[in-house]
């Protein structure tokens, strides 16, 4: 299995600029996490979807973010506008809920730079 | 709101010692709780899981503990090798029933000099 895909690897951006980063989940998961590592706060749980559907939001910051699962195998996060204190990594992770494990399995991250 | 600790500072041990870490939180009661590998640039990978009602877990050089009443886990590594040179990040578990969401603390980072 390729694992979580996530793109892109890199965002620059500007101040203003809408962002969009993708998330392909493992083959047969169905649940979907995103979510933001920083330094100062470490990795926040920004949405959580299972079966396509959200259940748990709590974790966006504000309006600015928005999230979408069209279907099992693709996810978006989108921010807009974008803030420099959205500048972090950006992770997606998925698992299979209902078969008694409960690892989750993290993409490589996108690094988001807003300027 | 529950709130989880580790060790801020980074942890440098000798090649061969035992590594300790320190996971500690307060205000909940998750069902199990994970620990994960996390090296720059990657994102974390899955190590090991405890359930409330296990003590100690181990798998090759990996140990992990949980005291429920102390609210604390201890993650070991023996014969640290420098290979095993990462962040190490604890994660709660919801509380029983709660789905699968995951609370995160902010990562130790280990470092093992030959």
């Known amino acids: 299995d390729a694992g979580v895909i996530q793109s892109p690897r890199h965002e620059v951006t500007e101040m203003g600029q809408e962002v969009t980063l993708r998330c392909k989940p493992i083959?047969?998961?169905?649940?979907l996490f995103w979510y933001r590592q920083t330094m100062m706060r470490g990795l926040e749980l920004l949405i959580y979807?299972?079966?396509?559907?959200?259940?748990?939001d709590s974790g966006m910051p504000e309006d600015r973010f928005s999230a979408k699962m069209p279907n099992a195998s693709f996810s978006t996060l989108k921010i807009q506008p974008s803030e420099p204190r959205d500048s972090a990594v950006y992770f997606c992770?998925?698992?299979?809920?209902?078969?008694?494990?409960?690892?989750?399995?993290f993409g490589p991250g996108t690094r988001l730079t807003v300027t | 709101s529950q709130k989880i600790e580790q060790n801020s500072e980074a942890l440098n041990i000798q090649e061969g010692k035992t590594a300790t870490l320190t996971c500690n939180y307060t205000n909940y009661s998750p069902a199990y709780l994970q620990w994960y590998r996390q090296d720059p640039g990657r994102g974390p990978v899955f190590l090991l899981l405890i359930r409330e009602n296990e003590k100690e877990k181990r798998k090759e050089r990996l140990k992990v503990t949980f005291d429920t009443t102390l609210k604390q886990s201890l993650f070991h590594i023996t014969a640290s090798q420098p290979a095993d040179s990462a962040t190490y990040l604890c994660a709660l578990g919801p509380e029983t029933g709660g789905g699968n969401k995951l609370t995160f603390g902010t990562g130790t980072q280990l470092k093992v000099e030959l």
């Open positions: 979807f299972n079966n396509n559907v959200p259940i748990d």
């Open positions: 992770a998925s698992i299979r809920e209902g078969m008694g494990t409960y690892e989750q399995y």
């Open positions: 083959s047969g998961h169905n649940s």
